[in-house]
């Protein structure tokens, strides 16, 4: 079969997008479109994995066997999340490698919220109310986003979120219910983790490189602050219910809008994260690193494992 002519493609590719079907990877896509993508997966992979260390970080000195099995169980969830969208993204033909390199060297970003250190268990607490319930807002979205692999492995990542949260909620809401001091560090926490959480959703919508573009083709369906709406107005009612205060003194229900007004984002703090210089960007790329190195053996005995296989396979063939 003759190849079809370029504005063939392309007029395949418009029709497939505007029809709300799937873009697969063997299908002709803009080459911008597929840049974006592997911009977009690959840096929310990196993310899943970089968020393991704040909470890793809590795994030794969890408060109960209980508490440690969940937690033991979300951070390896994290890891697995970070294996469906790398294999997401290498079906654009990226390869894991060239990702990685790219993390490793600092060219490529990761969610700024995990640059913040965790301090006390409430923080554990608050990641998973917060950040995993802005990511959840985030991904339920991204479950209808126009490329087929990263729109499936969405679907599979959003049941796992919703665990976390839920987890996430329990563990503040346990400690708003127990002593002074346990109700202090749960809204510490919050205090904490409420603007860098609000951060996650990027820019505002006029000031964000990729939005227009990335909604055209529908990679993004909804934007930054339309996603960032939506959590302010769920996460509103889950802290009035467990009696913490968001620390926030703009925010108030908007009867006209039919949502809650809340304040503005200091967005140069943002910035200074985004630039390399937020809480712990140093030691979250270190320990990163140190990570893949110690792993460099596992990726060794994986290949000759590979190699021994397709050499008996070969033998067997012959
Ligand atoms: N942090 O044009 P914009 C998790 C960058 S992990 C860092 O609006 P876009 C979890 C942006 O990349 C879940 N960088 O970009 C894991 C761009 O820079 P480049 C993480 C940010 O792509 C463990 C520039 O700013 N979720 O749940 O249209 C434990 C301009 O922005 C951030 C995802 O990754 C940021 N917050 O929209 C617990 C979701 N914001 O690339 C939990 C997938 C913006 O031009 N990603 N930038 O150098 C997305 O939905 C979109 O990429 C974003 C940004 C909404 C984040």
Redesign the pocket.
Known sequence: MATPAPHDEQARFDAVIAADEKIEPRDWMPEKYRRNLV??IS??AH??VV??LP?GNWITRAPSLRRKAILLAKVQD?AG?GLYLYSAAETLGTSREEMLDDLLEGRA?????FNYPTLSWADVGA?GWL??GA?IV??IS?CRTSYGPYARAMVRICKE?SF?QRQGYEIMQTLAQGSPEQQAMAQDALDRWWWPTL?????HDAD????QQ?MQWKI?RQS?DELRQKFVDQTVEQAARIGLTIPDPELRWNEARGHYDFGEIDWDEFQRV?GGNGPCNRSRMRDRRRAHEDGAWVREAMLAHAEKHNRRAAGAAA
């Not at 951060?199 to 820019?203: D, K, L, S, T, V």
């Not at 964000?208 to 939005?211: L, Q, V």
């Open positions: 911009r977009q840096q929310h993310s899943e968020g393991q909470e994290e999340h970003k990761y969610a700024s919220i990641i950040v995993d990511a985030n991904q991204l979120e976390h951060m996650m959703f990027g820019p964000s490189a990729h939005t990335s993004k930054n985004l």
